[in-house]
């Protein structure tokens, strides 16, 4: 069982955590017109907020829903490179962002949302039946699904044999 400080608290699996939710991930578009049509007449998404930055360029910002009180918040840059398409979970430099993971309570879902995606004609570049689906955004953003069968999140998962941080007892 985890201990909690008066900064943390725990999640469902009574691991703790410094805050209670993941707001927003900011970030980048060069087409916010792609990005909406995307995620919201794709995935489902709705916009939370779509408004003009206060400066004299007066980008777009928008928010768009992606989970529960959760939102991904648009920029759009049109000038913006969109980044090359890269695989998740392989080596690779000049990129800090991966992927983003969002759970799925129901394994099958899984497949529903492979299907889904394969009538949108979104490429799929990593599918497990019932466990993993990786697909890219217009803007190269790589999504996951995952469903773990062993728990919420199936944490905690402690066996690196060479742990850079001090074990748990």
Excluded at 9 to 19: A, G, M
Excluded at 30 to 42: G, H, L, P, S
Excluded at 103 to 118: T, V
């Amino acid at each position: 069982m985890a201990t909690s400080t008066n900064l943390s608290l725990p999640d469902r699996d009574d691991l703790n955590s410094p805050f209670g939710m993941l707001h927003h991930v900011a970030l980048v578009t060069n087409d916010m017109e792609k990005t909406v049509a995307f995620y919201r007449d794709v995935l489902g998404s709705e916009i939370a907020m779509a408004h003009r930055m206060s400066r004299p360029e007066a980008e777009r910002h928008y928010f768009i829903t992606v989970a529960p009180n959760t939102v991904f918040a648009f920029f759009e840059f049109p000038d913006a490179e969109t980044p090359e398409f890269m695989e998740a979970t392989v080596p690779k430099s000049g990129r800090s962002l991966d992927h983003i993971c969002f759970f799925i309570d129901d394994a099958n879902a899984i497949d529903r949302w492979k299907d889904h995606l394969d009538k949108h004609n979104v490429p799929i570049h990593g599918y497990s039946p019932g466990s993993n689906l990786f697909f890219p955004d217009p803007n190269n953003i790589i999504i996951q699904l995952t469903y773990n069968a062993g728990g919420p999140m199936g944490f905690p998962v402690h066996d690196d044999p060479d742990p850079a941080y001090k074990p748990p007892e």
